[in-house]
């Protein structure tokens, strides 16, 4: 019979901690493949940050470094400089890229530093239990916006592609998501254009996943699948924002 | 001929970290000590022996730049004075806990808070005691030249690469703004891609850098091995210097730029006919606790003249155990004492009033 599907062979073999339902599984998949598919398992080197993906090194079998929170952006411009044949790429949440380590990330994004960066927004912080983040919906509710996010104490959500796409340096700024096939499949397409840009050292390529937190937002796997294209997608629009 | 150049301690540094075979600098400016990208700057490194310099947005990026970089393997360093190296101690002690070599140079001004440009000595308790979360070490050495600040780069790179620790070189704003000649003999290419270590990322091991680990056991596992590199560290690599200690009734203990004060207060006491030496410590951490005990047996008194309120002196009581008398000179807020000042003091303790 003919083989159709098979784990991408840089997955490796280790448990994955996250919940079921989660987005993180998928996205680590497709950065499997896209770094099999350009034949550059040899020659690239993941930076993970503090939050749920932390331990993205356990499951993807490439050179990694493991990141203070927020700063994984710094830890990948030195690696890039001091290894410019390599390809270097971030994967943080927005816990991590759009609060602690906003300053690194502009930064990064504005020296054009030949990176690939996917951000991986769910809304929330996961790891720590389900605490509001700067991205958190107007009138989300979160362990620390009980009553949901209001803005006159919180301020509004934080909408960090569009942001960075203003900067120079920054070549390539997409929102997409992983929730049916068909967007798993674009958003692995994505993914291979920021590496290929990273690669040909056109500048910071800024890969936003809109994604779903089930047990961060207290809801089933499919639940937290239809509050994210209701809620979500309306605020955080999927598309390529620069190219 | 030899190769002399009459230069600031700061320019002593950015010479030497070139000329060390260092591969990266990240830092961001910060008076006292802001020649040193300064020169790095005007001497593009890049473009002679491919050494990586970069400007970084604040010292939080500085020295997680440091991090990524040593991550590689290669010869990283940062500079910084106090306030900035206080914005760094969680990327240091991440560095620590991954078991990542680097070099640190904090050349020192006045504190707490924003304080003062003028030097100080006021970061010893930051650099020996950790500075940071968790139970780590650097290995701290202090320069009392600028031929020193040369020389240290190339020792703190050594030392770093030894045991795989960071290696912070606690100058001041005296020693790193003041111009001296400076012998610069010394002088090493980077390394090339095969003579790098087998634990770095980019080698294709796929290898992995983190301080992190969830299971109690494991992580008690990984700070014993620490605690017994640290161990071997103070078995090997206590340095210090003695100043007519042989027949000394009283010693002064000081480092870094105090040192070069106090032992003009070694000559006035000299010259008086009273007997004084001086021990300064150059490894700070580790700290010269052995020998110190050994000349508490014969000395009468200690006095240990920094410019602070009193902190490498606790580490002088601890040596001392009780044994002999153990009092402090300190000048605080950018001001310095005098060699008169600190013979003063010392006269007055060995008087006994």
Redesign the interface.
């Known amino acids: 019979m003919e083989k159709v599907y098979s784990k991408p062979r840089l997955l490796t073999d280790a448990v994955m901690h996250y919940c079921p339902g989660c987005s993180h599984g998928t996205i680590h998949k497709i950065v499997a493949e896209v770094i099999a598919e350009l034949g550059i398992e040899?020659?690239t080197?993941g930076?993970s940050p503090v939050g749920c993906s932390?331990?993205a090194?356990k499951y993807i079998?490439?050179?990694?470094?493991?990141?203070?929170h927020g700063?994984a952006c710094?830890?990948?411009?030195?690696?890039k400089?001091?290894?410019p044949e390599?390809m270097v790429f971030t994967y943080q949440g927005d816990g991590d890229l759009s609060a602690i380590g906003t300053?690194?990330t502009i930064?990064a994004c504005n020296r054009g530093e030949n990176i690939a960066v996917i951000y991986v927004n769910n809304a929330i912080y996961g790891m720590t239990g389900g605490q509001m983040a700067p991205t958190t919906l107007v009138g989300m509710k979160t362990s620390t916006s009980p009553g949901g996010r209001e803005v006159n104490i919180h301020g509004y959500p934080f909408k960090v592609a569009d942001m960075v796409a203003q900067l120079e340096g920054v070549c390539y700024v997409t929102r997409q998501s992983v929730h049916t096939p068909a967007s798993v499949r674009k958003a692995k397409k994505a993914i291979r254009l920021a590496f290929e840009n990273a690669l040909a050292g056109k500048g910071l390529s800024f890969v936003e996943v809109v994604s779903s937190c089930n047990s961060g937002w207290k809801m089933s796997p499919v639940g937290a699948n239809e509050w994210m294209e209701q809620n979500m997608f309306p605020f955080y629009k999927l598309g390529d924002i620069k190219v | 001929m030899e190769d002399l150049k009459l230069i600031k301690g700061n320019e002593a540094v950015a010479l030497a970290a070139i000329r060390s075979g260092c591969d990266g600098y990240f830092g961001y400016p910060i008076t006292p000590q802001s020649e040193i990208l300064e020169t790095l700057m005007e001497l593009r490194p890049w473009e002679t022996t491919g050494m990586v310099v970069l400007q970084a947005e604040s010292e939080v990026a500085s020295i997680n730049m440091v991090y990524g970089g040593a991550s590689t393997g290669k010869r990283v360093m940062t500079s910084s004075s106090s306030p900035g190296i206080s914005l760094m101690a969680e990327g240091i002690s991440y560095i620590a806990g991954a078991g990542l070599p680097c070099l640190i140079v904090n050349v020192q001004r006045g504190g707490p808070g924003l304080g003062t440009i003028q030097p100080s000595q006021a970061d010893y308790w930051q650099a020996v005691k950790g500075g940071a979360h968790g139970d780590f070490r650097m290995i701290v050495l202090a320069p009392a030249s600028v031929q020193e600040m040369y020389d240290f780069v190339f020792d703190g790179f050594d030392l770093a690469f030894k045991y795989r620790v960071p290696v912070m070189m606690l100058s001041d704003g005296i020693i790193g703004q003041m111009m001296e000649k400076v012998a610069m003999g010394r002088e090493r290419p980077r390394w090339s891609a095969d003579e790098l270590g087998d634990w770095c990322v980019g080698v294709g091991k796929n290898n992995i850098i983190t301080s992190l680990e969830l299971d109690p056991q494991v992580m008690e596992g990984r700070n014993l091995a620490l605690q017994r590199t640290y161990n071997e560290i103070e078995d090997n690599e206590v340095r210090y210097e003695e100043v007519n200690t042989d027949d000394a009734e009283y010693v002064i203990v000081a480092f870094g730029s105090s040192a070069r004060i106090a032992s003009e207060a070694v000559e006035l006491a000299r010259r008086d006919g009273m007997k004084v030496g001086l021990l300064r410590p150059i490894t700070l951490w580790p700290f010269p606790y052995k020998r110190l005990r050994q000349l508490a047996g014969s000395v009468k008194r200690f006095l240990v003249a920094e410019l602070n309120a009193g902190q490498m002196v606790e580490d002088v009581r601890l040596a001392v155990d009780g044994c002999v008398p153990v009092d402090h000179c300190g000048r605080m807020g950018g001001m310095i004492f005098s060699p008169e000042d600190i013979y003063e003091q010392l006269k007055g303790h060995g008087k006994g009033i």
């Open positions: 040899s020659s080197i930076v932390v331990f090194y079998d490439i050179d990694w470094i493991q990141a203070a700063r710094a830890v990948a411009s030195a690696v400089r001091l290894e390599k300053g690194e930064h």
